[in-house]
Protein backbone atom coordinates (compact mmCIF):
# COMPACT_ATOMS: atom_id res chain seq x y z
CA UNK A 1 0.00 0.00 0.00
CA UNK A 2 1.50 3.68 -0.92
CA UNK A 3 1.33 6.06 2.35
CA UNK A 4 3.27 8.44 3.10
CA UNK A 5 3.40 9.98 6.91
CA UNK A 6 4.25 12.97 8.34
CA UNK A 7 5.84 13.47 11.35
CA UNK A 8 7.33 16.27 13.41
CA UNK A 9 4.58 18.99 13.85
CA UNK A 10 3.92 21.12 17.11
CA UNK A 11 3.99 24.36 19.09
CA UNK A 12 6.79 26.67 18.22
CA UNK A 13 7.32 30.00 19.20
CA UNK A 14 7.79 33.02 16.47
CA UNK A 15 11.03 33.24 15.07
CA UNK A 16 11.62 29.29 16.03
CA UNK A 17 12.35 26.29 13.97
CA UNK A 18 10.71 22.93 13.25
CA UNK A 19 11.94 20.12 10.66
CA UNK A 20 8.88 18.17 9.44
CA UNK A 21 9.50 14.94 8.01
CA UNK A 22 7.57 12.36 5.64
CA UNK A 23 8.06 8.71 5.71
CA UNK A 24 6.76 6.50 2.29
CA UNK A 25 6.22 3.30 1.92
CA UNK A 26 4.49 1.18 -0.75
CA UNK A 27 6.72 2.91 -3.50
CA UNK A 28 9.85 3.52 -4.98
CA UNK A 29 10.40 6.95 -3.46
CA UNK A 30 13.52 7.31 -5.63
CA UNK A 31 11.60 7.67 -8.68
CA UNK A 32 8.94 9.96 -8.05
CA UNK A 33 8.83 14.18 -7.25
CA UNK A 34 7.34 15.09 -3.77
CA UNK A 35 5.50 18.34 -2.67
CA UNK A 36 4.67 19.79 0.60
CA UNK A 37 1.38 21.57 1.11
CA UNK A 38 -0.01 23.56 4.10
CA UNK A 39 -3.55 24.24 5.03
CA UNK A 40 -3.99 27.07 7.57
CA UNK A 41 -7.16 26.29 10.14
CA UNK A 42 -10.26 26.84 8.15
CA UNK A 43 -8.60 28.06 5.23
CA UNK A 44 -7.75 26.52 1.72
CA UNK A 45 -4.86 24.04 0.68
CA UNK A 46 -1.44 26.36 -0.42
CA UNK A 47 1.64 24.72 -2.24
CA UNK A 48 4.70 25.56 -0.09
CA UNK A 49 7.50 23.81 -2.20
CA UNK A 50 8.33 21.24 -4.47
CA UNK A 51 11.66 18.71 -5.12
CA UNK A 52 12.51 16.77 -8.24
CA UNK A 53 13.06 12.76 -7.85
CA UNK A 54 17.11 13.21 -7.44
CA UNK A 55 16.27 16.73 -5.31
CA UNK A 56 18.19 18.56 -7.88
CA UNK A 57 15.26 20.89 -8.32
CA UNK A 58 13.75 22.81 -5.87
CA UNK A 59 10.87 25.30 -5.99
CA UNK A 60 9.32 27.02 -3.36
CA UNK A 61 6.49 29.36 -2.74
CA UNK A 62 7.31 33.25 -2.33
CA UNK A 63 5.58 33.25 1.47
CA UNK A 64 8.25 30.81 2.48
CA UNK A 65 11.24 31.19 0.14
CA UNK A 66 14.61 32.17 2.61
CA UNK A 67 12.62 30.61 5.59
CA UNK A 68 12.03 26.96 4.38
CA UNK A 69 13.64 24.08 2.94
CA UNK A 70 13.20 21.15 1.55
CA UNK A 71 15.31 17.93 0.80
CA UNK A 72 14.92 14.33 0.56
CA UNK A 73 17.15 11.05 1.59
CA UNK A 74 16.25 8.45 -0.69
CA UNK A 75 18.04 5.77 0.73
CA UNK A 76 15.85 6.62 3.96
CA UNK A 77 12.54 7.30 1.91
CA UNK A 78 12.20 10.24 3.40
CA UNK A 79 11.32 13.81 2.42
CA UNK A 80 11.82 16.69 4.91
CA UNK A 81 11.37 20.68 5.65
CA UNK A 82 13.39 22.63 7.65
CA UNK A 83 11.09 25.55 8.82
CA UNK A 84 13.39 28.85 10.41
CA UNK A 85 11.89 32.00 11.47
CA UNK A 86 8.15 30.88 11.54
CA UNK A 87 5.81 33.19 11.88
CA UNK A 88 2.09 33.19 13.14
CA UNK A 89 0.50 32.85 9.47
CA UNK A 90 2.69 29.39 9.20
CA UNK A 91 0.11 28.28 11.55
CA UNK A 92 -1.23 25.26 9.23
CA UNK A 93 -1.59 21.10 8.76
CA UNK A 94 1.33 20.35 6.85
CA UNK A 95 1.07 17.53 4.01
CA UNK A 96 3.21 15.90 1.90
CA UNK A 97 2.07 14.62 -1.21
CA UNK A 98 3.51 12.93 -4.05
CA UNK A 99 3.16 13.98 -7.46
CA UNK A 100 2.66 12.28 -10.07
CA UNK A 101 2.19 12.66 -14.14
CA UNK A 102 1.35 11.96 -17.89
CA UNK A 103 2.35 13.96 -20.91
CA UNK A 104 3.52 16.79 -18.49
CA UNK A 105 0.35 17.20 -16.48
CA UNK A 106 1.28 16.39 -13.07
CA UNK A 107 -1.37 16.23 -9.94
CA UNK A 108 -0.59 15.12 -6.83
CA UNK A 109 -1.41 11.93 -5.20
CA UNK A 110 -1.81 10.50 -2.43
CA UNK A 111 -1.42 12.76 0.48
CA UNK A 112 -0.30 12.25 3.56
CA UNK A 113 -2.63 12.70 7.00
CA UNK A 114 -0.79 15.81 7.88
CA UNK A 115 1.01 17.19 10.62
CA UNK A 116 -0.40 20.37 12.56
CA UNK A 117 2.72 23.16 13.12
CA UNK A 118 1.09 26.03 15.32
CA UNK A 119 3.42 29.01 15.50
CA UNK A 120 2.43 30.98 19.09
CA UNK A 121 3.76 32.46 22.08
CA UNK B 1 1.23 33.16 -10.68
CA UNK B 2 -1.75 31.90 -11.99
CA UNK B 3 -4.87 32.65 -10.36
CA UNK B 4 -7.76 29.63 -9.80
CA UNK B 5 -11.11 30.48 -8.86
CA UNK B 6 -13.99 28.69 -7.85
CA UNK B 7 -17.51 29.31 -7.89
CA UNK B 8 -19.67 28.85 -5.81
CA UNK B 9 -17.93 29.16 -2.84
CA UNK B 10 -20.80 26.98 -1.23
CA UNK B 11 -23.15 24.76 -2.31
CA UNK B 12 -26.49 23.25 -0.66
CA UNK B 13 -28.09 20.37 -2.33
CA UNK B 14 -29.59 17.12 -1.63
CA UNK B 15 -28.94 13.50 -2.24
CA UNK B 16 -29.65 12.63 -5.99
CA UNK B 17 -29.08 16.11 -6.99
CA UNK B 18 -26.71 17.04 -10.08
CA UNK B 19 -23.88 19.65 -8.93
CA UNK B 20 -21.56 21.31 -10.70
CA UNK B 21 -18.39 23.39 -9.80
CA UNK B 22 -16.90 25.80 -11.73
CA UNK B 23 -13.33 26.97 -12.19
CA UNK B 24 -11.41 29.55 -13.42
CA UNK B 25 -7.91 30.21 -14.63
CA UNK B 26 -6.64 33.45 -14.78
CA UNK B 27 -5.17 32.09 -17.99
CA UNK B 28 -5.10 29.70 -20.15
CA UNK B 29 -3.66 25.98 -18.53
CA UNK B 30 -4.69 23.78 -21.21
CA UNK B 31 -6.07 20.81 -19.39
CA UNK B 32 -3.45 20.82 -16.67
CA UNK B 33 -6.67 20.53 -14.06
CA UNK B 34 -7.40 18.56 -10.99
CA UNK B 35 -9.85 18.23 -9.01
CA UNK B 36 -9.34 16.92 -5.26
CA UNK B 37 -12.40 16.15 -2.37
CA UNK B 38 -10.93 17.27 1.35
CA UNK B 39 -13.44 15.60 4.49
CA UNK B 40 -13.14 17.22 7.48
CA UNK B 41 -10.02 16.48 9.13
CA UNK B 42 -8.59 14.59 6.34
CA UNK B 43 -6.33 14.81 4.02
CA UNK B 44 -7.18 15.99 0.08
CA UNK B 45 -7.79 12.88 -2.26
CA UNK B 46 -7.75 12.90 -6.07
CA UNK B 47 -10.80 12.59 -8.16
CA UNK B 48 -10.05 13.55 -11.25
CA UNK B 49 -6.67 14.91 -12.86
CA UNK B 50 -5.64 15.97 -16.49
CA UNK B 51 -9.28 18.01 -16.28
CA UNK B 52 -11.29 14.95 -17.17
CA UNK B 53 -9.16 11.67 -16.57
CA UNK B 54 -11.12 9.78 -13.34
CA UNK B 55 -8.93 8.67 -11.14
CA UNK B 56 -8.68 5.04 -10.45
CA UNK B 57 -11.42 3.37 -7.67
CA UNK B 58 -12.92 6.97 -7.71
CA UNK B 59 -17.17 6.61 -8.82
CA UNK B 60 -17.99 7.03 -12.07
CA UNK B 61 -20.91 9.90 -11.16
CA UNK B 62 -17.76 12.34 -10.92
CA UNK B 63 -16.74 13.73 -14.29
CA UNK B 64 -14.85 16.58 -14.86
CA UNK B 65 -14.70 18.70 -18.37
CA UNK B 66 -13.09 21.87 -20.01
CA UNK B 67 -10.01 23.22 -21.14
CA UNK B 68 -8.49 26.36 -21.27
CA UNK B 69 -9.30 28.86 -18.58
CA UNK B 70 -13.12 27.37 -18.05
CA UNK B 71 -13.64 23.87 -16.50
CA UNK B 72 -16.54 22.23 -14.30
CA UNK B 73 -16.55 18.92 -12.07
CA UNK B 74 -19.63 17.64 -12.06
CA UNK B 75 -21.75 15.23 -9.50
CA UNK B 76 -24.71 13.06 -11.60
CA UNK B 77 -26.33 11.89 -7.99
CA UNK B 78 -25.12 13.03 -5.03
CA UNK B 79 -24.14 10.75 -2.39
CA UNK B 80 -24.04 11.02 1.01
CA UNK B 81 -20.50 10.72 1.32
CA UNK B 82 -19.98 13.32 -1.22
CA UNK B 83 -20.34 16.13 1.23
CA UNK B 84 -17.26 17.23 1.11
CA UNK B 85 -15.04 20.72 0.66
CA UNK B 86 -13.45 20.18 -3.44
CA UNK B 87 -10.75 22.16 -4.30
CA UNK B 88 -9.45 22.76 -7.90
CA UNK B 89 -5.84 22.73 -8.73
CA UNK B 90 -3.24 23.49 -11.74
CA UNK B 91 -0.01 21.92 -12.16
CA UNK B 92 0.29 24.28 -15.77
CA UNK B 93 2.88 26.15 -13.62
CA UNK B 94 5.67 24.94 -11.63
CA UNK B 95 3.93 26.84 -8.78
CA UNK B 96 1.21 24.85 -8.81
CA UNK B 97 -1.69 26.91 -7.25
CA UNK B 98 -5.54 26.00 -6.15
CA UNK B 99 -8.70 27.02 -6.02
CA UNK B 100 -10.54 28.57 -2.78
CA UNK B 101 -12.52 25.53 -2.50
CA UNK B 102 -16.33 24.47 -3.14
CA UNK B 103 -18.01 23.66 0.07
CA UNK B 104 -20.83 21.14 -0.72
CA UNK B 105 -23.68 20.89 2.16
CA UNK B 106 -26.75 19.01 2.90
CA UNK B 107 -30.05 20.89 2.27
Known amino acids: EVQLVESGGGLVQPGGSLRLSCAASGFTFSSYEMNWVRQAPGKGLEWVSYISSSGSTIYYADSVKGRFTISRDNAKNSLYLQMNSLRAEDTAVYYC??????????????WGQGTLVTVSS | DIQMTQSPSSLSASVGDRVTITCRAS??????LNWYQQKPGKAPKLLIY???SLQSGVPSRFSGSGSGTDFTLTISSLQPEDFATYYCQQSYSTRTTFGQGTRLEIK
Open chain 2, 27 to 32: QSISSY
Open chain 2, 50 to 52: AAS
Open chain 1, 97 to 110: ARQRGSLGINWFDP
